[in-house]
């Protein structure tokens, strides 16, 4: 009996889970450890935040998908591993073995310019963490007048929640600023010009105070550069991203900025019998940008290759696109498109993205029972 451990419940690994209820080989015992039942896609944070949707719209419960897939579900978290003995231990002092390992946890906020700033700190990531919080924050903010949120970070992610929390003060009526604090490579470095005015003008017209300077926290507020104060009661961070500290002490090999190095096919290149899809890893053949439309595009391609590897089979590649679409929510439904040099923006845009969104929650929502069947259906 081979043992396959899948270790985290992110946009790759539901694909894993879905490949694995319809054709798992044979003497094969799969485990998912993921520290919840639910996994929340990042992709309708926004909306969430804008008042668009309720919490159990924007996620995944994994609880079905694991019985399908015949897996055992641990509700636990990793906090280190140990690749030659091929072992990770969890929080309650478990200790898993495997014969192979695939890693799906996703990254964190490198917040280590801005925890002076203590409780008023919120990182976008964990997910978890942002969605238990975030109610807390807008109530603070109704109760207060002239609140001060300062978001940290103007990439996609950052932009998004800054635009959100901007349309959730105003439905709410609340008396509070919005801050957003970038780089002096300005928004979404990385993006067509023509986005970035797109960006620019809404982010102008509905109020947003643009800084285009590094920023670090102090006790009760974001200094930047120029010795500039942003007085805040909250500091959301969407900063750029840094991956646990148990992989350091992995034993896996890493590249230079710490995320676990691997090959075309998702394989680690210092162990074959370990696979990493997601943010907590970085290929060595091609330079691909930190997006979960990699991770969703990979899934398939690393459910092909776990069972390639558990049945002696070749592996494929995944081969990524050289252009993502990115469909950015505005804060009310609008949207901004970003496909390389093309642009567009509107409410059809926002309409478009959540028809995409709500395909994916639906893709991996189907009832067991259902599920099976169609699965069933597939196979023929």
């Known amino acids: 009996m081979k043992r396959l451990v899948l270790v985290g419940g992110g946009h790759a690994h ?20 993921t520290p919840s039942a639910h996994q929340n896609y990042s992709g309708m944070l926004p909306g969430w935040i804008s008042g668009h949707y309720a919490q159990t719209e924007c996620r995944v419960d994994l609880r079905p998908l694991a019985e399908t897939a015949g897996a055992q579900l641990v509700l636990e978290s990793i906090v280190g591993m140990d690749a030659a003995r091929r072992c990770v231990g969890l929080t309650d002092g478990q200790q898993v073995d495997y014969d192979l390992l695939s890693l799906d946890v996703g990254s964190e906020a490198d917040t280590s310019w801005l925890l002076t700033l203590g409780d008023k700190l ?38 998004e929640v800054a635009l959100a929390a901007k349309h959730a003060f105003t439905q709410s009526r609340i008396d509070g600023q919005v801050d957003l604090v970038a780089s002096e490579s300005g928004l979404l470095a990385g993006h067509s010009n023509a986005v970035q005015s797109r960006v620019l003008r809404y982010v ?7 800084h285009c300077q590094h920023g670090v926290g102090t006790e009760d507020a974001v200094l930047l550069a120029d010795g500039t104060e942003l007085a805040a009661d909250c500091v959301i961070a969407a900063t750029g991203a840094r991956t646990p500290v148990w992989v350091q002490v992995s034993g896996l090999a890493l590249d230079g900025n710490g995320y676990i190095a ?33 991770a969703v595009y990979a899934g398939p391609v690393l459910a092909d290759n776990l069972i390639a590897a558990l049945s002696g089979a070749t592996p494929r590649p995944y081969h990524p696109k050289h252009r993502s679409l990115y469909l950015l929510a505005c804060g ?35 009832p067991p029972a259902t599920r099976s069947m169609q699965l069933l259906k597939e196979s023929r």
Request: net charge positive.
């Open 14 to 33: 539901l694909s894993v889970l879905l490949a694995m209820a319809q054709r798992r080989p044979k003497d094969v015992e799969l485990t998912l450890i």
């Open 122 to 159: 919120l990182p976008v990531k964990p997910l978890d963490d942002f969605y238990l919080k975030w109610p807390k924050v807008l109530r603070d903010a109704k109760a207060k007048a002239n609140f001060r949120l300062v978001v940290v970070g103007a990439g996609a992610a950052g932009v």
């Open 204 to 210: 102008k017209r509905v109020g947003i105070a643009l």
């Open 332 to 366: 009310p439904r609008y949207a901004i498109a970003s496909w390389g040099r093309w642009s567009a923006e509107g409410q059809w845009v926002w309409k478009w993205k959540d028809w995409i969104d709500r395909r994916f929650i639906a893709r991996f929502s189907v």
């Open 262 to 294: 691997v090959d075309r096919n998702h394989r680690s290149v210092s162990h074959a019998n370990v696979f990493a899809a997601g943010d907590v890893c970085a290929r060595n053949d091609v330079l691909m940008q930190r997006s979960g439309v990699h």
